[in-house]
């Protein structure tokens, strides 16, 4: 099982969830999840809603695959291989879409058709993103900066970057060698400890280098190194919000989902009341307005069975 994670049936319904966009987040999801597939070399051939779970990742949602077995690892990759696991998932997503939608349990803003329709064309653009050459000219070796940093705020991370100038040496060709997703987890998990999906972990490190400022204000000294902030953030910031939730309601969502969406809640009630508001005072609205009615998404496995004893035959 995956702690905190929901079968697409259960998502896509819309019963005791309030997802906005649900629709453009489970297709934007789905095509993560196969382009991460990809360049790890891995043949789905079985892409489908019911072989995915679904997990809420700081407003965004993270996709999980649940079945290989017709899967298969290559080097790399052909685009006829790409193609066929393309053509497989928009088939098979129209089809799942289509049943919940005839049983009645699809919510009233999702077109299935819609959906499997765009698969190909989101997965394009994001595999161009992550896998495409770009040439500039030998005076702007900056854009390779910048194109890594593009890269990171996706959430991949680079094993090494190509760049290939021609006989002259007036332009140059970059060749990013991407090499898996989750630059932001690994980061985060570095500094803190803390496991949270990409873009938890991405909206933490975030508050991270926000309570940093706050540091080097407050002290009127240098900013102090990102190791040191961390610890300091996850002592008097993440502990304490997250040692605040009734124990009745901490199991309902994910710990980092808990605190990203105190952080949203709290910029709500600055914009909502023309003035700061701190994590303690949005915490008590948060708790029985957001936390409260939502249904919990923590997975509670049966207690397993126990040793069976036959009697002794003979």
Same mark, same amino acid.
């Not at 000219?137 to 021609?166: C, I, K, N, S, Y």
């Given at each position: 099982?995956?702690?905190?994670?929901?079968?697409?049936?259960?998502?896509?319904?819309? =019963?005791?969830?309030?997802?906005?966009?649900?629709?453009?987040?489970?297709?934007?999801?789905?095509?993560?999840?196969?382009?991460?597939?990809?360049? +790890?070399?891995?043949?789905?051939? /079985?892409?489908?809603?019911?072989?995915?779970?679904?997990?809420? /990742?700081?407003?965004?949602?993270?996709?999980?695959?649940?079945?290989?077995?017709?899967?298969?690892?290559?080097?790399?990759?052909?685009?006829?291989?790409?193609?066929? /696991?393309?053509?497989?998932?928009?088939?098979?997503?129209?089809?799942?879409?289509?049943?919940? $939608?005839?049983?009645?349990?699809?919510?009233?803003?999702? /077109?299935?058709?819609?959906?499997? +329709?765009?698969?190909?064309?989101?997965?394009?653009?994001?595999?161009?993103?992550?896998? =495409?050459?770009?040439?500039?000219?030998?005076?702007?070796?900056?854009?390779?900066?910048?194109?890594?940093?593009?890269?990171?705020?996706?959430?991949?991370?680079?094993?090494?970057?190509?760049?290939?100038?021609?006989?002259?040496?007036?332009?140059?060709?970059?060749?990013?060698?991407?090499?898996?997703?989750?630059?932001? $987890?690994?980061?985060?998990?570095?500094?803190?400890?803390?496991?949270?999906?990409?873009?938890?972990?991405? =909206?933490?490190?975030?508050?991270?280098?926000?309570?940093?400022?706050?540091? $080097?204000?407050?002290?009127?000294?240098?900013?102090?190194?990102?190791?040191?902030? +961390?610890?300091?953030?996850?002592?008097?910031?993440?502990?304490?919000?997250?040692?605040?939730?009734?124990?009745?309601?901490?199991?309902?969502?994910?710990?980092?989902?808990?605190?990203? $969406?105190?952080?949203?809640?709290?910029?709500?009630?600055?914009?909502?009341?023309?003035?700061?508001?701190?994590?303690?005072?949005?915490?008590?609205?948060?708790?029985?307005?957001?936390?409260?009615?939502?249904?919990?998404?923590?997975? =509670?496995?049966?207690?397993?069975?126990?040793?069976?004893?036959?009697?002794?035959?003979?």
């Amino acid at each position: 099982h995956l702690d905190y994670s929901l079968p697409y049936r259960t998502l896509l319904s819309g =019963r005791g969830l309030s997802i906005p966009y649900l629709g453009e987040k489970v297709l934007d999801a789905l095509v993560g999840l196969l382009v991460r597939l990809h360049l +790890a070399g891995f043949f789905w051939g /079985d892409c489908s809603l019911s072989n995915v779970l679904f997990r809420r /990742d700081a407003g965004e949602l993270s996709a999980y695959i649940i079945d290989v077995e017709t899967s298969e690892r290559y080097e790399k990759l052909t685009d006829g291989q790409r193609q066929l /696991d393309l053509d497989i998932a928009s088939e098979n997503v129209a089809g799942g879409l289509l049943d919940l $939608q005839i049983g009645g349990r699809l919510v009233e803003d999702i /077109d299935p058709w819609e959906v499997a +329709a765009n698969i190909e064309s989101r997965y394009r653009d994001l595999w161009n993103e992550v896998t =495409r050459d770009e040439e500039f000219g030998a005076g702007e070796l900056w854009r390779a900066e910048e194109r890594l940093r593009r890269l990171h705020e996706m959430g991949f991370d680079v094993g090494e970057m190509e760049v290939f100038a021609d006989e002259e040496g007036r332009h140059v060709r970059l060749v990013p060698r991407v090499v898996e997703s989750g630059y932001h $987890q690994e980061r985060l998990m570095a500094l803190t400890g803390l496991w949270a999906g990409e873009n938890q972990a991405r =909206r933490l490190l975030a508050d991270i280098r926000s309570f940093g400022a706050e540091l $080097q204000t407050g002290g009127g000294g240098a900013l102090p190194p990102e190791n040191i902030t +961390a610890v300091r953030w996850l002592d008097q910031r993440f502990e304490p919000v997250i040692g605040a939730i009734p124990p009745a309601l901490l199991g309902k969502l994910q710990a980092a989902e808990i605190y990203h $969406q105190l952080l949203e809640h709290r910029w709500f009630l600055c914009e909502r009341e023309g003035r700061d508001v701190g994590l303690e005072e949005a915490l008590q609205s948060y708790i029985p307005d957001i936390l409260a009615p939502v249904r919990s998404e923590q997975v =509670r496995l049966p207690e397993p069975t126990g040793e069976l004893f036959l009697p002794e035959l003979g």
